[in-house]
């Protein structure tokens, strides 16, 4: 730039900052939308749910406005997996979008994924009841789009749930060790609440769901299944297969 125009942006610059840090006039913060106390709703709105069983499925529909845009969960009850098996769930969790499925690469299920949806997510529910305190665990699979798309996208999510591909043993063994390096980066800025965790696990189920697929005792698990790919490569396989197969997994809703 030459000395002339470096002397226009110094000058554009300084009367930006001005006006920047000058205060707003009485008219102009007068035009600002103001909500007053009566302007707010009373009383906490209802959705009204329409509860349906579809193939000994639970179906809850909620008819809200949402701009065309569908939102839906799908989820499993683990509660009654094997606890040598729970921790295949924090692999599972990693694995649903990054394995690719039988007939198809993880590149070309992530280029579906954004072609048709807002992205998919899992999550794991662990809580009790609140009248009985009954503990309860759900593991949730969840996505949304738009409502020409409906279709498509339940066609992608069957098939990142019911075709995953459990044979790829280099990939997996790159999808466990990214996830063993954002633990330890996690353990870094929240151990205290991993050994709050760690310390509960003994005395509350669901704790110990939680410590078994996402906390200490899951790392531990991550790092001897990581070194297993290597060395024991069947009985990996032959128990996260045994997970897998498990009915909740294999009755996904139509």
Known sequence: LKSKQIENLITITQKLQKWQSSPDSAKDIATLPRLKLKDLERKTRIIKSKVNRTNNQLVIKNDIETNDIAYFDIGFDIFNIPIRLLPYLGIFSSCLLKMGTKNKSYQDIASLIERNTGGISSALYATHEIKNLT????????????????????????????????????????????????????????????????????????????????????????????????????????????????????????
């Open 135 to 254: 503990p309860r665990a759900k593991f949730f699979i969840s996505t949304k789009t738009l409502l020409p798309k409906i279709s498509r996208a339940t066609d992608i999510l069957k098939e990142v749930i019911l075709e995953i591909n459990l044979t790829d043993k280099k990939r997996l063994k790159q999808i466990l060790l990214e996830q063993k390096a954002k633990i330890e980066s996690a353990i870094i800025d929240s151990g205290h609440s991993y050994a709050l965790n760690n310390a509960l696990a003994p005395i509350s189920t669901t704790r110990r769901i939680k410590e078994l697929t996402s906390g200490l005792s899951y790392y531990k698990f991550l790092k001897q299944s990581i070194n297993a790919i290597d060395n024991n490569w069947p009985k990996i396989k032959k128990e996260f297969t045994e997970f897998y197969v498990r009915p909740q997994f294999q009755n996904v809703p139509p």
